[in-house]
């Protein structure tokens, strides 16, 4: 090294003071010549890559580099060879003493023309774990994309900036599936506010929602109603806010189309209302004056005797059996909302000691726990009994056990049903037995497909009828 102005001994001073300080910092200090040979090299080598400095004086850089990053490092050493007043900064893989490759980020100076370094200056540190965040980060964002243009839910983004008791909403971003289902493209609502991109009224309401979470800070869900077009009004959306720095700078919503389901659930309110009017009118306008007609009839009985008195009875007892199998079908509905554990041995218990069975016998084969409706179920099991005792000329067995671990089955050993009649007898009005109203296997079918569960009928172990029920899910069964 060269120097012609800085006295000998103040020379010295500098270099020992620059030394002392390069050989306490953490980042790598590395000085080459032009041609890329080391130098120099601080003591963090040890640290960042496990090299002693000593084995790395005299060697080409370059042998340390990856081979993909030569070109790359090359071209910075030619740019500050050109350029002494430029500096560069590239990232490179470095190889580590257990032969590993570091990412390191060099920075480099043109220090020729200084007596003391007299060569290139490289400042250096490991990025090996920024890189990793950075790859992570970019795999995620990839993923976000990937979900974002794919999924079949509306995904919409929302910037949330508060200042003082506001806070201010604005949208970012929509996903292909909401630019679709609402028509509304990212380009015409981005940085705009809910209310001024749905008015006033509707805006507002979604601005309370949003605000609802923010200041929950967690997740919600709820249903909303937003007119797009007449396909597109109901919505079921959960929010989630974006936590940073604690405080939420965004809110990522989840919105999907109910409209088909809203509309179906209010015209099955309506339908139901119908059934209770239905009900209402066959309760008391049919039955007070059937009741009167039976009194009636009964008194006459008494009275006189007339060969058409017994006819009229047993029609008058038919109607009143139609009437309350038509009120049960009413009132019984199309699904089941609460259920609980069922024992099948005491229920079943219980509801063949509701029916007459004369000298019928009842055999409970499986002893299990299934989830439903009692209330109800009292309904379909007594009426299997009674059309057991009542299809049968002699004594009927009863059964009743697990179906294929997956529900319940009912079978007798009594005439059973043919196999072209099985799938008419449980259509409402056929009826197979004398007097009966035919309703008795609807309502079981309606009660059964209620559960979720599915009616088949096939033939009894004995020959007779049977009747099983199957469960949509394996855990209605214990």
């Known amino acids: 090294m060269k120097d012609r102005t800085t006295p000998p001994e103040n020379k010295k001073h500098g270099s020992d003071w620059h030394r002392a ?20 090299v601080s003591p963090a080598v040890t640290r960042t890559l496990g090299y002693d400095p000593e084995d790395m004086i005299g060697h080409e850089g370059y042998e340390f580099v990856h081979p993909e990053d030569r070109e790359r490092n090359a071209d910075a050493m030619e740019t500050v060879l050109s350029n002494p007043s430029t500096s560069e900064t590239v990232e490179l893989r470095f190889r ?4 590993s490759w570091h990412w390191i980020e060099a920075t480099m100076w043109n220090r020729l023309d200084d007596d003391i370094i ?6 250096s540190r490991d990025i090996t774990e920024q890189k990793q965040y950075e790859a992570e980060a970019q795999k995620l964002a990839e993923e976000y994309e990937a979900i974002l243009n794919n999924v079949e839910d509306a995904i919409f983004l929302l910037n949330v900036e508060e200042s003082g008791e506001e806070t201010r909403f604005e949208f970012e971003r929509l996903s292909p599936s909401y630019e679709r289902q609402t028509g509304i493209t990212t380009e015409e609502v981005q ?72 509309e179906r659930e209010r015209q099955l309110r309506q339908q139901n209302e119908q059934l209770d009017e239905f009900a209402s009118v066959i309760s008391h306008d049919l039955r007070n004056p059937l009741d009167v007609a039976q009194g009636r009839a009964k008194a006459l009985t008494e009275e006189t005797e007339n060969e058409h008195l017994d006819p009229l009875l047993r029609a008058l007892s038919r109607m009143e059996a139609i009437i309350e199998d038509t009120l049960t079908l009413a009132r019984h509905g199309d699904t089941i909302s609460d259920t ?47 059309n057991a005792v009542e299809h049968s000329e002699s004594t009927v067995t009863v059964r009743v ?25 449980l259509e409402p009005g056929h009826s197979t037995a004398r007097g009966g109203t035919g309703f008795g296997l609807t309502i079981i079918r309606r009660i059964v497909e209620a559960h979720g569960w599915e009616l088949s009928v096939t033939d009894g172990t004995d020959g007779g009828a049977r009747f099983e029920f199957e469960m949509a899910k394996q855990d209605d069964l214990v």
């Open 340 to 386: 609980e554990p069922i024992n099948l041995t005491e229920f079943v218990g219980k509801c063949w000691a509701s029916v007459d069975t004369d000298d019928a016998t009842i055999e409970i084969v499986d002893s299990i726990t299934f989830q439903g409706d009692p209330d109800r179920l009292q309904h379909v099991f007594e009426n299997l009994f009674r």
């Open 401 to 425: 056990g697990s179906h294929d671990e997956r529900g319940i089955y009912v079978e007798d050993d009594g005439p059973g049903i043919p196999i072209d009649k099985r799938e008419e007898v």
């Open 21 to 40: 300080l390069i050989e306490q910092i953490d980042d790598l200090i590395t000085v080459v010549d032009p041609d890329g040979t080391i130098t120099y």
């Open 118 to 123: 007299d060569g290139i200056l490289l400042s």
């Open 96 to 99: 580590h003493a257990d032969g």
């Open 191 to 262: 940085g705009q506010t809910p209310r001024e991109v749905f008015g006033e009224e509707q805006g507002t309401e979604l601005e309370e929602n949003y605000l609802r979470c923010v200041n929950a800070n967690e997740p919600i869900s709820y249903e909303e109603e937003l007119q797009v077009d007449d396909g597109a009004r109901f919505w079921q959306t959960k929010l989630a806010p974006v936590v940073s720095d604690n405080e939420i700078t965004r809110l990522i919503g989840i919105t999907r189309n109910v409209t088909d389901r809203v």
